[in-house]
């Protein structure tokens, strides 16, 4: 979840990790808890989810990271071409990418706080072969298209825990399996 006190500082880390360790204490529901912090906006102080998004700072980072926590499928090969051995694309990589590039950061008024919020004068994904402007879309199945107000995050998420969406359930299950039994039910390779 990125609670990295060297990327924070020590008061967003710590309020980060109340924040994470809170949501565990009152049994947040897990797909409750994924939307909170992947649509996370805000001081990051006042809403330590935000910090989630600091470390990572850009939509190809958040694209590796998000696929691989929260879906337990890698898409760091689809970044330079389509993956060799599995059905993710390069377009697909952007296509996710792109859900997620209006977050934008600045500095807040507190020394180390930063404000993440999103970015109504642009921000998109260009396609390294086309230069163009990518769409968002999900990597299977559907995702309600969004109005121009309203941050792209929001369909990405309802797609992401919808039973659409197997990998998303599949992704916790074997992770909390490891983390009982020491080894996952599926390893990654």
């Known amino acids: 979840l990125q609670c990295n006190g060297k990327a924070l500082?020590?008061?967003?880390?710590?309020?980060?990790?109340?924040?994470?360790?809170?949501?565990v204490a009152q049994n947040k529901p897990y797909d409750k808890f994924v939307k909170e912090l992947l649509t996370a906006r805000g001081s990051s102080y006042k809403n330590p989810e935000t910090n989630y998004?600091?470390?990572?700072?850009?939509?190809?980072?958040?694209?590796e990271d998000v696929s691989q926590t929260f879906l337990g499928t890698r898409f760091n090969c689809n970044?330079?071409?389509?993956h060799p051995f599995e059905k993710w694309t390069q377009n697909q990589y952007y296509q996710f990418g792109a859900?997620?590039?209006?977050?934008?950061f600045k500095k807040g008024s507190l020394p180390g706080e930063e404000i993440v919020y999103r970015n109504?004068?642009?921000?998109?994904?260009k396609h390294p072969k086309t230069e163009?402007?990518?769409?968002p879309m999900v990597p299977f199945g559907t995702a309600r298209t969004?109005?121009?107000?309203e941050d792209r995050r929001e369909p990405f998420i309802e797609w992401m825990a919808s039973k659409e969406n197997p990998l998303f359930?599949?992704?916790?299950?074997?992770?909390?399996?490891?983390?009982?039994?020491?080894l996952g039910i599926i390893e990654p390779v």
């Open 9 to 23: 500082g020590d008061k967003a880390v710590w309020v980060y990790r109340e924040w994470i360790r809170s949501s």
């Open 53 to 63: 998004f600091r470390v990572l700072r850009e939509p190809g980072k958040i694209t």
């Open 79 to 82: 970044k330079c071409h389509d």
């Open 99 to 104: 859900y997620f590039a209006r977050v934008a």
């Open 120 to 125: 109504f004068a642009g921000g998109e994904v």
């Open 132 to 135: 163009k402007d990518v769409p």
């Open 146 to 149: 969004n109005g121009p107000d």
């Open 169 to 182: 359930a599949k992704s916790m299950a074997n992770r909390t399996w490891s983390y009982f039994f020491g």
